[in-house]
């Protein structure tokens, strides 16, 4: 299984970014994804999640109302649209994919949950 992330960059304070994680090599459709970040000297945090089919959605407190994670099974992609980004919001974003529970509607939070991961996409929030 390979998961490419990518749409990171560079924003200032209240604009907006969406970034997208593609799957390769596993039948995609049938679990849960999601997105983690990690700035410099933090530990890596969750972010949003969503289930296999893609009508259940889970999100950080931090994000709620600004972030929105998508998937399109047809595409084997996942998507987080950031909106209203903020500097805190700076830090490489990961993408990960729970291959422990097929049709799985609950949400996964921690990291350990998560069995493969993408490499990482850096977004930059400036003030």
């Known amino acids: 299984v390979q998961l490419q992330a990518s749409g990171g960059g560079l924003v200032q304070a209240g604009g907006s970014l969406r970034l997208s994680c593609a799957a390769s090599g596993r039948t995609f459709s049938m679990y849960a994804m999601g997105w983690f970040r990690q700035a410099p000297g933090k530990e890596r945090e969750f972010v949003a999640a969503?289930?296999?089919?893609?009508?259940?959605?889970f999100y950080a407190d931090s994000v709620k109302g600004r972030f929105t994670i998508s998937r399109d099974n047809a595409k084997n992609t996942v998507y987080l649209q950031m909106n209203s980004l903020e500097p805190e919001d700076t830090a490489v974003y990961y993408c990960?994919?729970?291959?422990?529970?097929?049709?799985?509607?609950?949400?996964?939070?921690?990291?350990?949950?998560?069995?493969?991961w993408g490499q990482g996409t850096l977004v930059t929030v400036s003030s």
């Open positions: 990960a994919l729970d291959l422990g529970r097929r049709y799985y509607s609950g949400g996964i939070y921690r990291p350990d949950e998560y069995d493969y």
């Open positions: 969503i289930n296999w089919s893609g009508g259940r959605t």
